[in-house]
């Protein structure tokens, strides 16, 4: 079950109805009930798995949160320094219980082959153990109280708004609103579909033709020119964008919905002029996390106490805390090189910039307008640049039995000098959808408009956002239109969404989400 397919259009209704209806101490157990309901239909598939371990993954999520609820009062009943020590034994098992999962079937068909070579992988796992760090961290330092009820705790680590891929949600945040009444409020329903139907525009109408087209010419890197490489390596771009944004959309939609408030996760970051503020609006809840819970506490450990080092220095730099933060993203995304590569091509953006600013001085608030638009176009290039290693580390059109990694990611970079040629383009970007889609030509032309017109308003909606809305809720650019612009608006989202299900899915299943993977 995803958000975009028939089965969650008909179990979201009836979970807000249930959950609205029921009396308030009861509910925290409906959207419990609910979040395990989600998480079960999203199990692994039976044809691979037993039952025992398509039970696994759920039971680990229920353990976690036990495990949590328990750890959390010994933490606030503890003095310091058992605080402190019970604060990290807690970290070190939810990250050790990461670590397994995430690159167990990366290292043990390389160390130990012939033993059991997969494990299936927990849906979110990356999400829930961060949520679940974050709430034992907080109550170690005394931000909050341990909470008193597992219920919620669970329902909490649990929703099925954002156990999919994220939000990464903080306890001190969502925890108090699931002890609120919550009930049916008519202005808040429609801001929550006005959402959904931005976010599922974004993914089905946006997203996932795009991912058509880079999946068939990154399916034959050699065999393709260097303007087919670079366009599918843009169309990956705004593919994972939009798709990861039309989620965090969807999400937002589905806890409002229930009375509830999670965070924004993107911010129109193609509008950044730096990687600063490039990674405060790009997965928001991710680099927050890392803020918060790395680099604060890298910037202020005692580095005195530490071996070899401990007598050279006593603070790490900023720098090297900046650079640390964004290394370690890159192993959260993946076990694979690429996903390293990645990460360190982030570090080096934020740390070359921090050194930038530091011999040239800050940039000053207020610069022309060609000015600041070349530091986005910058920004842009070097991101691009970085995700032609994310797509690879993702096995994007990977053929069968492949294996993608750094060599297919500098193949793609070298490649974009080969071939440059306008009618080679033409030619290769036909064949490719034709491949990837349909095999007639009149359906091409048709997937190539229907492309354009979503791609363009997609733009257009977060351009509104960007300069005319100051990057306030996506749902206010909707609101702000005259009556009959706006229902115009809702009926073109409603049949773009409708034809990209239908002409790109091929149905009502939809295709998965990209972070769903994480």
Known sequence: MSFHNLSYVAFLPLAAVCYLKAPKKVQPGV????????????????????????????????????????????????????????VAVGVCCLLALLAVFKYFNFFVPV?????????????????????????????????????????????????????????????????PQLRQEHRFDAARTVTALQLFALGLF?????????????????????????????????????????????????????????????????????????????????????????QDYLFTPLVWADASKLPLIGQKISRFSPLFCVFCVFFVSGFWHGSTLPFVVWGLLQALYRVGEELLHKHLGKPKKKAPARVLWAKR????????????????GSAVGQPAG?????????????GYGRGLSLSR???????????????????????????????????????????????KGEELVLKAQKPRVRWTLYYLLSLCCFAGLVMQNGGFGGGSFAYGGF
């Open 31 to 86: 959207l419990l009930a609910a979040s395990l309901w989600f998480y079960w239909c999203n199990r692994p598939a039976a044809a691979s798995w037993g039952l025992g371990w398509q039970l696994l993954p759920m039971g680990l999520l229920v353990a976690v949160s036990l495990f949590c609820w328990a750890l959390g009062r010994a933490i606030q009943a503890a003095g310091q320094p058992r605080r402190g020590r019970l």
């Open 111 to 175: 160390f130990a082959p012939g033993v059991l070579h997969k494990l299936p992988f927990p849906l979110g796992v990356s999400f829930y153990t961060f949520a679940a760090i974050s709430y034992l961290v907080d109550v170690g330092r005394g931000d909050m109280p341990a909470e008193e009820s597992p219920l919620n705790l669970t329902a909490f680590l649990c929703f099925f708004g954002t156990i999919t891929a994220g939000p990464i949600c903080r306890a001190r945040t969502l925890l």
């Open 202 to 290: 974004r993914k089905v109408a946006v997203a996932d033709p795009l991912y058509t087209y880079a999946s068939q010419v990154f399916g034959d890197i050699p065999g393709h020119g260097g303007l087919s490489l670079l366009a599918a390596t843009l169309a990956y771009t705004f593919y994972l964008y939009f798709d990861f944004a039309g989620y965090s959309e969807m999400a937002r939609a589905s806890a409002l919905l229930l009375g509830l408030e999670i965070p924004e996760n993107f911010k129109t970051p193609f509008f950044a002029t730096n990687f600063s503020g490039f990674w405060n609006r790009w997965h928001i809840s991710l680099s927050s996390w890392l």
């Open 425 to 471: 383009f033409a030619a290769e970007s036909w064949a490719a959808v034709r491949v990837g889609f349909y095999a007639d030509d009149r359906m091409v032309l048709a997937w190539f408009a229907f492309v354009a017109f979503c791609f363009a308003a997609a733009l257009r909606l977060d351009w509104l956002r960007a300069f005319s809305f100051k990057n």
């Open 402 to 414: 492949g294996q993608y990694g750094v060599g297919e990611a500098f193949a793609i970079l070298r």
């Open 377 to 392: 176009l910058g920004v842009f290039v070097l991101w691009n640049l970085s995700m032609v290693f994310f797509a690879m």
